[in-house]
């Protein structure tokens, strides 16, 4: 058995702390490509595919929801709900808070106060079933760069006690037009080419929820295509999408609902059908990064 040792360049400094809050692996568990056995997570129905999940009431609810850095507060009393089904696109300056509430909703950052439900579970007290039920792929790859393609979804695959595994592996692969190389290192692979694995890692266990920080990032003409097509597939069959982008265009094609963040607070939540580009380009009042600040908010 080969050890993995420290992973390479596609990892950041965040991704093994990432990696033991979602599987519940401590802190000085070093991986290996041969990883014998399941963490314990709740494993996924048998029959589950990534074509079909049991429906739920909501996808996600917060209330209340806070989480500051130090001095500085990302989120301020955020409420926010979403629906099986839909496409919800945040969109808000840097800094807004938009990828700490995606990193709470996958529970990978801990908020300081409020409630958090994902897909029917309480975080607080059924992490990881709610982590079970979602898929993230956000700005850190959380892939080991020692090891081939193949060894990184079969490893997710067992952190997730997924079933017929390599079943799974095979259609996540195909699904995002990387089975071709299913037995390169991810160190080997272009930026682009490593996010299509990081995709194909969040959608292994055919989550209900798919959390995505500006996936669109990297990716070139063909693999946008792609990336369409898995979202467009996630707004039906009781799946949800919840995502952040800066491309007003894009986030409108993809969005059902749009939700508006600026300074930790929510300044608009609205369908998709009402608001326009010209809306959300008036939101940024002309001034790049910066949204208005409603009357009575600091």
Request: hydrophobic fraction near 40%; proline fraction near 5%.
């Amino acid at each position: 058995m080969r050890s993995v040792g420290t992973p390479g360049p596609q990892r950041d400094v965040s991704t093994h702390d990432d990696l033991a809050s979602a599987g519940r692996i401590h802190t000085q568990f070093k991986p290996t490509a041969g990883f014998p056995f399941n963490l314990g997570i709740a494993k996924p129905n048998e029959s589950d595919s990534l074509t079909s999940v049991p429906s739920q009431n909501t996808a996600f609810q917060v209330r209340g929801l806070e989480k500051s850095y130090g001095i500085v507060s990302a989120l301020r009393g955020v409420d926010m709900d979403a629906i099986p089904d839909e496409c919800l696109v945040l969109f808000g300056p840097n800094g807004a808070g938009k990828t700490t509430l995606l990193r709470i909703l996958a529970g990978l950052t801990r908020p300081d106060a409020g409630t958090v439900t994902v897909n029917g579970h309480d975080i607080a007290r059924e992490g990881e079933l709610a982590r079970q039920s979602t898929g993230a792929l956000l700005h850190s790859p959380m892939l080991f760069a020692d090891m081939t393609v193949r060894e990184n979804l079969r490893f997710f695959a067992r952190m997730f006690g997924i079933p017929d595994s390599e079943r799974r592996i095979g259609e996540a692969a195909e699904r995002t037009h990387m089975t071709y190389r299913l037995d390169d290192r991810v160190r080997t692979l272009s930026h682009g080419l490593a996010k299509r694995v990081a995709l194909a890692r969040a959608l292994l266990h055919a989550p209900r929820l798919l959390i995505l920080d500006e996936p669109e990032t990297g990716l070139d003409h063909s693999a946008l295509k792609l990336l369409d097509g898995v979202i467009a597939d996630y707004r039906r069959g009781g799946r949800s999408v919840v995502m952040t982008t800066h491309s007003l265009e894009r986030g409108l094609a993809w969005a059902d609902r749009v939700v508006l963040l600026s300074r930790g607070r929510v300044l608009l939540d609205r369908s998709r059908a009402q608001v326009s580009t010209h809306d959300l380009e008036s939101a940024f009042g002309g001034h790049e990064g910066q949204f208005p600040v409603p009357t009575g908010v600091a």
